[in-house]
Structures are given as structure tokens and as C-alpha cells.
């Protein structure tokens, strides 16, 4: 019966291949969706935890970091707690915890633009931040420099900034990196503290921030003092006691910890915590709603192909009508019959998805150099970015069978209920 029924399948090749063109491009679009999506979320995945560990939490003052839901919430009417300053004292407070191994402040310096002394050419806008962390620390994707720790008076900049004044590691070393504030924008206007300000920092080292916006590295106290001059304060002392820090990078000893000790953190001072599970958690839930909203499209294809399957299947039923009628009255039952059409339906289906699937594996072999290049320009860490999962290949194969099946079910019960004695008149 497998035989007779793949005879009648190859018995037209255009026809079989023109019917099963609309589940390859079906395969196609959801092979490439699906690999697509899941390359996405590994480069992102690597990238993230590359950078950040297990027993990292990053706390802030901030919302922007709200993309976690706050821990500790509050059930009825209980107001949520007024979030702290992140002042020294707390650092110290929080450094103290015998969980806690390191804390490490850090300061973002917004309104300003870069220059090499000596050039006029700005780096605008641009992203300096106050950290100290080592250049070779594992939030840097890369480092080269004279030494991996600043000093006051010393800075870093980003591989950005050498592509931007057009010069290497070796020439940008030793110059002088003047942080100005910057003109007036929509978001921001300069007051009269800040007329004619200019800093300078011996520049010491490149970094590689991948892909985030760290264009400079000075330290935490040097951009205190930077902030403390702008906004009128006394000095930086008094601009941390009154303003604080922007984020807080608290490493612990046990990587255990970091969930209860998250919740101490937003419950105790009203701050926003988050780990690296948290993140994670979050890009997997938007990029799984991503995939879902773009598999609906590809299923709408395979539900076109599906139609053009029935319609193949009812003109090979008119084409047969006397064949079926002939094996009917030589004892085939309907049964046999049913089973006859449902094959072929199920090979068409077959055939499409190991087309697509052929045409999915040439794209992403061709692809796959060409999408790391655009990543790394981006500054993401990739090696390789579409990866074909043969558990996912086998369920495709599956599914077209079963598209295949489905669709064939109609014209196989209409060929297994035709009237022998009609159709040998037919």
C-alpha cells in the first residue's frame, strides 16, 4: 500500500512539487523564525552573563531598572518604602554584611561631551560614568593600557571613542581627555557654574565596553568632584552625602544569598535590586513573546499550504476515480483506500518540509559569517549565531507530516466513500 501510494504521489512530480512549495515556504518562515529567535536570545544570554555573575546584584535608586518586578511588594494599602540615598554610609553599612564581598559605587555623568586636548572635534553626546573597576575586570569585553587601575586624574575611553577621533590604542595612550559640558539640548540647559567647565584626565587605557555605552572611565571621586562643581555643591563629599550614587555593583561570597539578600535590600532601604537570573528571566519571556507572535504568521502560511494540499488531493481524487473504483471491486476497503490518500497527503507534506528544511540550512550556513561580523560591530562577543536544534528540526518534520495528514483527511474519507460501481462508470 506505502508503495502504490508513492506512486501515485511521483506520478505527477510538477503537480506534488508545486503543492508542496507552500509548506516549504511554511518551513522556511518558521525554521528561520525559530533558529533565528533562539540565536538572538543565546548572543544576549552570553553577552549578559559574560559580563555579570550568579552572585552579582546591581542596585539602584532608579526605575529604569523596573524591568524585574520590586521585591518585598506590599499587599493592600501599605505605602512602599521611600528609597534611600546610596550614600557612603550606606555603602559602608552594606560592605559590612558578612554575605557581601565587595562593593563597588558608581556614578553617571550626564550633560557632557568629550575632546582630546588639542582637538576640537567633541564626542557628543557622550556617556562617561565614575567606577572603580579594573580596566581588565569581567564587565570589559577587552583591555589594553598602561595599567589596569585608575588613579585620580586618569581615564579610560572606549574603543568608540579611538574609532571616533580616528587614531589607535598606541596614540590615544598618554593624551589628555578633556570632559566638557555639553551645549544645551532639549534635556538639558547649563547654568552658570558650568560656563567655560572643563576637566582633564591622562588617558591610561582602552576598554572594550561590547555592547554598552561606557565611553570613559574616570573614578568615583574624581566625578564627584565633577558634580559637585557643576551643581554648586562644596565638594564631592557633600554631593555624595546629599545626592549619592546611581548604582551600586555588591558581589557576595555565596551565590545562594542573592535572592533573600535582594529582598533585605528593597524591603530595608527601598532600593531596586536585581541579578542576573532576574534579567535573564526578563529576555527570555520578551523574546518568547517575540517568537509566539511571529510563529502565528508562519502557521498562517502552513494553513494556506494546507489548502492548496486539499485542493491538490480532490483534483487527484477526480484523476483516480476510476483506479479507486477498480481496487474497490478487486477487495480493497475503504479502510485501505482512506489510508492510500492520507499517505500521499502526509508524503506531499514530508517532501515540503525536508525542501524548507534544506533551503533553511543553506541560508543559515551562508548567513551565519555575515550576522556575527554585523554583532561584533556591535560589540556583542559572537561566535556563531544561528544554531540548528535537531529537536526542533525533528518536530518540524513531524508537524509538516501531520499538516500533510490533516489536510488529506477530507479528500481521503470523499475517495473512500465513492460507490465502486460509479466510479468504474466514471
Known amino acids: 500500500m506505502l508503495k502504490y501510494s508513492l506512486n501515485l504521489v511521483f506520478r505527477s512530480k510538477l503537480r506534488t512539487f508545486l503543492t508542496s512549495l507552500g509548506i516549504t515556504i511554511a518551513v522556511v518562515l518558521l525554521s528561520l523564525i525559530i533558529f533565528g529567535m533562539n540565536g538572538f536570545k543565546d548572543v544576549i544570554t552570553n553577552e549578559f552573563t559574560s559580563r555579570f555573575k550568579p552572585n552579582e546584584i546591581i542596585v539602584s535608586s532608579t526605575n529604569f531598572l523596573s524591568i524585574v518586578a520590586p521585591m518585598g511588594e506590599t499587599e493592600g494599602e501599605e505605602e512602599v518604602k521611600e528609597p534611600e540615598l546610596m550614600t557612603s554610609a550606606l555603602v559602608k553599612e552594606i560592605q559590612v554584611d558578612s554575605r557581601v564581598s565587595k562593593v563597588v559605587p558608581a556614578i553617571m555623568i550626564n550633560g557632557m ?17 565614575g567606577w572603580d573597576v579594573p580596566g581588565d575586570s569581567n564587565y570589559f569585553t577587552g583591555f ?12 579610560f575611553v572606549s574603543e568608540d571613542v579611538v574609532s571616533f577621533f580616528k587614531t589607535s590604542h598606541d596614540e590615544i595612550i598618554g593624551q589628555t581627555l578633556v570632559i566638557e559640558v555639553a551645549p544645551s539640548t532639549l534635556l538639558s540647559n547649563k547654568t552658570k557654574t558650568q560656563i567655560d567647565k572643563e576637566y582633564r584626565y591622562k588617558i591610561v587605557g582602552v576598554i572594550d565596553s561590547g555592547s554598552d555605552r561606557s565611553d570613559a572611565l574616570i573614578t568615583t571621586g574624581d566625578a564627584a568632584e565633577m558634580l559637585a562643581q557643576n551643581g554648586g555643591f562644596i565638594n564631592g563629599q557633600e554631593y555624595l552625602d546629599e545626592i549619592g550614587y546611581d548604582q551600586l555593583f555588591i558581589e557576595l561570597n555565596n551565590e545562594d544569598d542573592v535572592n533573600n539578600f535582594r529582598e533585605e535590600i528593597s524591603e530595608k532601604y527601598g532600593l531596586q535590586a536585581f541579578s542576573a537570573d532576574d534579567v535573564l528571566e526578563f529576555l527570555s519571556l520578551i523574546t518568547n513573546a517575540i517568537t509566539f507572535v511571529l510563529i502565528f504568521f508562519g502557521i498562517v502560511s502552513a494553513f494556506v499550504a494546507s489548502i492548496g494540499i486539499i485542493n491538490t488531493m480532490v483534483m487527484s481524487i477526480y484523476e ?3 483506479e479507486i473504483g477498480i481496487n474497490k471491486a478487486v477487495g480493497a476497503s475503504n479502510y485501505q483506500i482512506l489510508y492510500i490518500f492520507l499517505i500521499q497527503s502526509g508524503v506531499i507534506g514530508l517532501l515540503g518540509g525536508l525542501l524548507g528544511l534544506t533551503i533553511v540550512l543553506a541560508v543559515t550556513i551562508i548567513a551565519d559569517p555575515f550576522v556575527v561580523d554585523m554583532l561584533q560591530e556591535q560589540g556583542f562577543s559572537a561566535e556563531r549565531y544561528f544554531s540548528l536544534d535537531p529537536l ?15 489536510a488529506g483527511i477530507y479528500p481521503a474519507i470523499k475517495a473512500a466513500r465513492l460507490d465502486p460501481v460509479k466510479a468504474l462508470r466514471f
Request: proline content about 4%; hydrophobic content about 40%; overall charge negative.
Open 113 to 129: 561631551q568629550l575632546r582630546l586636548d588639542g582637538n576640537d572635534k567633541a564626542f557628543s553626546p557622550s556617556f562617561p560614568f
Open 144 to 155: 589594553d593600557g598602561e595599567k589596569t587601575v585608575l588613579d585620580s586624574g586618569e581615564a
Open 320 to 322: 483516480q476515480t476510476r
Open 392 to 406: 526542533i528540526i525533528l518536530g518540524i518534520i513531524i508537524g509538516c507530516i501531520i499538516t500533510g495528514v490533516l
